[in-house]
């Protein structure tokens, strides 16, 4: 496959990563100071929305560099591979990650929308549900490219 027909999915990749990095230096820490700020007696929600925020980062870009590594499978024809398969397995687990992360932090996301106004809770929702269908999408393509791959090694020893 020629080199360039990914490079739209691979530049796609950089620019998804670019916004999450921006929301990581500068709203995360706006965040935890202000989850400190709402609850000064307790001086633990500064720092368990960090580790639910940075936590659910770590998993995110490396899924991205997973999925930058399967469109560089595809380019160099390597995409019916086990490293194609294991790429995806890596983005399911990436994706399970980041989808356990917030469900395990959304009690403590729920505490600090009763105190805004507009209640924000549903934002934690709507990433723990976009996490679980990218990992049931990676979950459905790893087994249908196993499956091809079994039936070109099957091929391959019938000729």
Avoid: W
Wanted: overall charge positive.
């Amino acid at each position: 496959m020629k080199q360039g027909t990914t490079l739209f999915l691979k530049i796609a990749v950089i620019l998804i990563g670019i916004p999450v990095l921006a929301l990581c230096i500068f709203l995360v820490p706006k965040i935890g100071n202000f989850a400190g700020e709402l609850y000064p007696d307790m001086t633990y929600m500064k720092s368990l929305v960090f580790i639910v925020m940075y936590g659910a980062a770590l998993p995110f870009y490396f899924a991205l560099y997973q999925a930058f590594n399967l469109l560089r499978y595809i380019d160099g024809s390597k995409s019916f591979s086990e490293l194609s398969v294991k790429a995806l397995k890596n983005i399911k687990y990436c994706a399970i990650t980041i989808s356990g992360l917030y469900v395990l932090g959304s009690p403590l996301f729920h505490f600090i929308a009763k105190k805004i106004d507009p209640p924000i809770g549903l934002v934690g929702l709507i990433i723990i549900f976009a996490s679980l269908v990218i990992a049931v999408f990676a979950a459905v393509l790893q087994k249908l490219l196993k499956e091809a791959i079994d039936i070109k090694s099957e091929n391959d020893l019938t000729v």
